[in-house]
T-cell receptor, first 112, second 112 residues
Framework: NAGVTQTPKFRVLKTGQSMTLLCAQD?????MYWYRQDPGMGLRLIHY???????AKGEVPDGYNVSRLKKQNFLLGLESAAPSQTSVYFC???????????FGPGTRLTVT | AQRVTQPEKLLSVFKGAPVELKCNYS??????LFWYVQYSRQRLQLLLR?????SIKGFTADLNKGETSFHLKKPFAQEEDSAMYYC??????????????WGLGTSLAVNP
């Protein structure tokens, strides 16, 4: 099992550009999450999904959109990147019963 | 309000010394608490959950409801324990779901 994978690992964007981060899990998990990790601010939840075709806002959703068209994939989109979105982005998943979140390796995004 | 507090941003100890990473929570219900660890440039992974009452890599954590604490302890720190440690609380979310409320993390440095 690959677990949770994220692509890309690194990306540099210019202000105003758009991009999509892909998260994939092969554990048949129902729930998936997108977090951002910033120094001194810990982990903050951006959006999450409780199943295929569903998405919901987390703590800091502004400037991001998500889609969960397939159970195994959870996409995070930035339509118009801003320097404030420079961060490390982590995807996580878990199953319905056991409350352990499995994390991906992270995507380091820099917006200049 | 539901909250997780990790009062120390950075904790530095010498190899072989005891270590305690503090976690306090604010929650009116019956808490479900976790410790996650992130080694340098690696993904977050679950270290302990209070329900299982286990010891992982020599670490233990006891839930103290009276003091609303879930401190992580290890009697003899090792250099490989150097990492970022996050305490997290599982709390109800909209639609019968649950969410993790994260502390800001404590960076543990174990010096030789």
């Amino acid at each position: 099992n690959a677990g949770v994978t994220q692509t890309p690992k690194f990306r540099v964007l210019k202000t105003g550009q758009s991009m999509t981060l892909l998260c994939a899990q092969d554990m048949n998990h129902e729930y998936m999450y997108w977090y951002r990790q910033d120094p001194g601010m810990g982990l903050r939840l951006i959006h999450y999904s409780v199943g295929e075709g569903t998405t919901a806002k987390g703590e800091v959703p502004d400037g991001y959109n998500v889609s969960r068209l397939k159970k195994q994939n959870f996409l995070l989109g930035l339509e118009s990147a801003a320097p404030s979105q420079t961060s490390v982005y982590f995807c996580a998943s878990r199953d319905r019963v056991v409350y352990e979140q499995y994390f991906g390796p992270g995507t380091r995004l820099t917006v200049t | 309000a539901q909250r997780v507090t990790q009062p120390e941003k950075l904790l530095s100890v010498f190899k072989g010394a005891p270590v305690e990473l503090k976690c306090n929570y604010s929650y009116s219900g019956s808490p479900e608490l976790f410790w996650y660890v992130q080694y340098s440039r690696q993904r977050l992974q679950l270290l302990l959950r209070h329900i299982s009452r286990e010891s992982i890599k020599g670490f233990t954590a006891d839930l103290n409801k009276g003091e609303t604490s879930f401190h992580l302890k290890k009697p003899f720190a090792q250099e490989e324990d150097s990492a970022m440690y996050y305490c997290a609380l599982s709390a109800p979310n909209a639609g019968n779901n649950r969410k993790l409320i994260w502390g800001l993390g404590t960076s543990l440095a174990v010096n030789p």
